[in-house]
């Protein structure tokens, strides 16, 4: 039992590792198209202040002329790629987590320290309990699930956008 575990948790880390380095160069690159434009927000102050210096020439009226847009414009679509991709690097992220913290239930559960063959006994129960109570099998035959939803939240975005 112990063993098929710790492989197939060996399995998910590396997958999940991989998986989150790839990830991560996608959310790198995509996530700055959340940011303003600085060129596109200087050429527009550039046109507000030449207008204003015409109309400080002409005597025009300040008020006739239009104000800068220093609003950023960010697709719709580009907010739902980068929340997506946050949300699978999230997935990937705590899966790993998990994966470890089952790697450390697991390593515990065979440690024993040179007691009697009766105190092994009372201790690998009480572990076993443990495992039992917190439902650790569970959680690792979860794990597999939460990466799948990770890579299916990037394929999808993939592939649409």
């Known amino acids: 039992m112990l063993g098929a575990a710790a492989d197939s ?24 198209s959340l940011s303003i434009d600085n060129s596109a927000v200087t050429v527009s102050l550039l046109v ?5 210096q015409r109309a400080a020439l002409t005597g025009a009226s300040l008020s006739d002329i239009a104000s800068a847009n220093l609003s950023p414009a960010i697709e719709r679509t580009n907010i739902w790629v980068n929340a997506l991709w946050f949300t699978s690097l999230a997935l990937s992220l705590a ?22 063959a009766r105190e092994r006994a009372l201790i690998r129960q009480f572990r076993y309990d443990g495992m039992e109570k917190w ?27």
């Open 48 to 52: 507000e202040l030449v207008s204003v």
């Open 95 to 116: 899966s790993a987590l998990l994966a470890v913290l089952c790697k450390q239930w697991l390593r515990q559960y065979i440690s024993f320290s040179a007691v009697s």
């Open 9 to 32: 948790l060996d399995i998910l880390l590396v997958f999940a590792g991989l998986f989150s380095a790839v990830l991560t160069t996608f959310v790198a690159q995509t996530s700055q």
């Open 135 to 161: 439902a650790v099998r569970t959680i690792i035959g979860l794990l597999p699930t939460i990466l799948h939803l990770a890579l299916g939240l990037f394929l999808v975005l993939e592939y649409t956008s």
